[in-house]
């Protein structure tokens, strides 16, 4: 009995003792994230705070700051999928939803700039140019799959914008963000990005 006894308190401290390793290995990796995002360095960001969720993936604040990394690296794909993973874990923080709804706009306009395009599975990759190609925005047409998408993507981000509003109904912003949702009715993409 004392030796079952010995042995669950040898088990119960290894236990212990590996989470306050991953904690503090977590909080730097989050820490070293934040540095490189700070100077601008998005690339390396990103890989601190995918190890990060490796070793912990129930933290918010890791998949969240995922998103805005990625989003302020141009990933907007991945960034929409680092916004959802964000929202599962705490769905009442309005701002993800605005976040998230900006990714999905961005990638719209990259989609009708030519410059992404989509399959029918919803799997959405940058579209090779030729060097010497110079096509004009104008004279660029989606494909109606790549249409298809970014329609979805329309729905879903007036959706998240009604879902920041929700949450956040002393919105500071509420009128640019009425208006985003009005301009996504009428189809009318921006055609520069928008910072968050």
Do not use: W
Request: glycine letters at 2%.
């Amino acid at each position: 009995m004392k030796k079952a006894l010995l042995l669950v308190c040898i088990l119960s401290i290894s236990v212990i003792t590996t989470a306050c390793i991953n904690n503090l290995a977590v909080q730097e990796l989050n820490n070293k994230a934040a540095v490189f995002m700070e100077k601008g360095n998005y690339a390396e960001a990103i890989e601190r705070l995918k190890s990060s969720i490796d070793l912990d993936d129930t933290l918010f604040e890791s998949h969240y700051n995922l998103a805005i990394a990625y989003t302020k690296n141009g990933d907007y794909v991945n960034a929409v999928n680092s916004y959802h993973n964000a929202i599962k874990l705490k769905p009442d923080f309005a701002d993800a939803y605005y976040s998230l709804a900006v990714a999905e706009e961005d990638i719209i306009t990259d989609i009708f700039a030519g410059n992404l395009e989509a399959d029918e599975t919803g799997n959405v990759t940058p579209i090779q140019k030729e060097e010497n190609e110079e096509a004009t925005q104008a004279e660029f047409t989606p494909s109606e799959t790549s249409k298809a998408y970014a329609d979805k993507l329309t729905d879903d981000a007036i959706l998240n914008y009604k879902t920041y509003l929700e949450k956040n109904p002393e919105a500071q912003d509420k009128t640019d963000v009425e208006g985003r949702i009005n301009d996504l009715k009428k189809h009318t993409v921006p055609t520069e990005k928008t910072a968050e």
